[in-house]
T-cell receptor, first 113, second 111 residues
Framework: QQQVKQSPQSLIVQKGGISIINCAYE??????FPWYQQFPGKGPALLIAIRPDVSEKKEGRFTISFNKSAKQFSLHIMDSQPGDSATYFCAASRGGNFNKFYFGSGTKLNVKP | EAQVTQNPRYLITVTGKKLTVTCSQNMNHEYMSWYRQDPGLGLRQIYYSMNVEVTDKGDVPEGYKVSRKEKRNFPLILESPSPNQTSLYFC??????????FGPGTRLTVT
């Protein structure tokens, strides 16, 4: 059973548009929710992360929205650019500093010029 | 340059032939971890280590072994590889609250 469910599997957005990727989880013990970005042939890289004590975190064009009661969190990419074309993974972990990590299945984003 | 290195980057082997994938980091991180990435399944954690001589199972540890004798190294051992272990493997290390740095990946094919 997958601990973190991610959707959609793939996403096509026009340049300048908003990309939205959603994740849901069941385990209320999770206390750290990162998003990773992966380009072809590379390892994932941390993009942005949030803890459940805040409902939103913004870094440049990237925003995480977090809904604790619904056990959902999402990544919004504003003014999407072709250079944002990559695979995005949400993840969750629990238990203080460094424990098990659970990743979503990934979303392949294609931003068309 | 701060980095996580993995070797080999590509490996084709046969069923049952023991192999080791090495992972090394030069950032003095306490935490290291191994993941496998498969299409449609995302990344799944195999093993992780909080520090030297401290390791624990992730979500999919069956068929794998690890050891952490030095802080910088965390090799992944497949004692008897099988075709269902064909995958893309990533090593990661981290310090500070949950931030992980990933290596470039090792693509393993078991025939």
């Amino acid at each position: 059973q997958q601990q973190v469910k991610q959707s959609p599997q793939s996403l096509i957005v026009q340049k300048g548009g908003i990309s939205i990727i959603n994740c849901a989880y069941e385990n209320t013990a999770f206390d750290y929710f990162p998003w990773y970005q992966q380009f072809p042939g590379k390892g994932p890289a941390l993009l942005i992360a949030i803890r459940p004590d805040v409902s939103e975190k913004k870094e440049g064009r990237f925003t995480i929205s977090f809904n604790k009661s619904a056990k959902q969190f999402s990544l919004h990419i504003m003014d999407s650019q072709p250079g944002d074309s990559a695979t995005y993974f949400c993840a969750a972990s629990r238990g203080g500093n460094f424990n098990k990590f659970y990743f979503g299945s990934g979303t392949k984003l294609n931003v068309k010029p | 340059e701060a980095q996580v290195t993995q070797n080999p980057r590509y490996l084709i082997t046969v069923t049952g032939k023991k192999l080791t994938v090495t992972c090394s980091q030069n950032m003095n991180h306490e935490y290291m971890s191994w993941y496998r990435q498969d299409p449609g399944l995302g990344l799944r954690q195999i093993y992780y280590s909080m520090n030297v001589e401290v390791t624990d199972k992730g979500d999919v540890p069956e068929g794998y072994k690890v050891s952490r004798k030095e802080k910088r190294n965390f090799p992944l051992i497949l004692e008897s590889p099988s075709p269902n272990q064909t995958s893309l493997y990533f090593c990661a290390s981290g310090r500070g609250f949950n931030e992980q740095y990933f290596g470039p990946g090792t693509r393993l094919t078991v025939t």
